[in-house]
T-cell receptor, first 116, second 114 residues
C-alpha cells in the first residue's frame, strides 16, 4: 500500500513558540492532503484540506492564522502551529488520498504535540 | 452534512470468535464510499475495508467483511476468527465524493481476549 510519512512523531514545545509538522507521501503524488486532530479515545476531527499550489481549505471553527498549512509540492504538506498554547496539545494526523478513484486515505503515523 | 454513528463505544470478543461492529450514517448524497479503519495502540490508522455505494455486493478482505444495507444506511463490519492483533479502535468513515473529504464515526474500541 501507499506510504505516508509524518514527522516528528512527538514534540514538546514551550507556550508561545511555533512548531512545524511535516507530512510526506513517499511513493505517490498527492495534490490533496488532510490534517486531522484527535483527542484521546475520540474521533478524528478534520481541521483542513491542504491543496498543492493553492490555499488550504479550513473547516469551520479552525483558526487559519494559528494553524498554517503549506502544500509546497506534490509530496509534502506542512502544518505549523503558531504561538502554541497548552490547549493546542493533541494528536495531529495527516492523510493523503490515492487510488482510483482518489478516495482511499493513507495516514501518517501521527504527531503527539505537548505544549508546556 | 453527513453524520456517522457508531453506537458501540466498547466491545470485546474471545480469540477465534466472530464479532460485528455497527455503523449507521445519514446522507442525501448518492455517490459516496464507506470505509472501516483500524487504529491500534500505536495510533497508526490502517485501512481495513472499503465499500463503493453503487455496488450491491458486500466487500470482503480475508477475515473482514461488511454488511452494507444502503436503504437502511447501515454499514457493519464483521471480523471472523478474531486475533489478538485485532485489538484496536475501529472507525467507520463516510467519504463524500462531491466534497472530497471524509466524516468519521466516534469509534468502537475492540478488545480481543485470549
Amino acid at each position: 500500500g501507499a506510504v505516508v510519512s509524518q514527522h516528528p512523531s512527538w514534540v514538546i514545545c514551550k507556550s508561545g513558540t511555533s512548531v512545524k509538522i511535516e507530512c510526506r507521501s513517499l511513493d505517490f503524488q498527492a495534490t490533496t492532503m488532510f490534517w486531522y486532530r484527535q483527542f484521546p479515545k475520540q474521533s478524528l476531527m478534520l481541521m483542513a484540506t491542504s491543496n498543492e499550489g493553492s490555499k488550504a481549505t479550513y473547516e469551520q471553527g479552525v483558526e487559519k492564522d494559528k494553524f498554517l498549512i503549506n502544500h509546497a509540492s506534490l509530496t509534502l504538506s506542512t502544518l505549523t502551529v503558531t504561538s502554541a498554547h497548552p490547549e493546542d496539545s493533541s494528536f495531529y494526523i495527516c492523510s493523503a488520498p490515492t487510488g482510483i478513484p482518489n478516495t482511499e486515505a493513507f495516514f501518517g503515523q501521527g504527531t503527539r504535540l505537548t505544549v508546556v | 452534512a453527513q453524520t456517522v454513528t457508531q453506537s458501540q463505544p466498547e466491545m470485546s470478543v474471545q480469540e477465534a470468535e466472530t464479532v460485528t461492529l455497527s455503523c449507521t450514517y445519514d446522507t442525501s448524497e448518492s455517490n459516496y464510499y464507506l470505509f472501516w479503519y483500524k487504529q491500534p495502540p500505536s495510533r497508526q490508522m490502517i485501512l481495513v475495508i472499503r465499500q463503493e455505494a453503487y455496488k450491491q455486493q458486500n466487500a470482503t478482505e480475508n477475515r473482514f467483511s461488511v454488511n452494507f444495507q444502503k436503504a437502511a444506511k447501515s454499514f457493519s463490519l464483521k471480523i471472523s476468527d478474531s486475533q489478538l492483533g485485532d485489538t484496536a479502535m475501529y472507525f467507520c468513515a463516510f467519504y463524500n465524493t462531491n466534497a472530497g473529504k471524509s466524516t468519521f464515526g466516534d469509534g468502537t474500541t475492540l478488545t480481543v481476549k485470549p
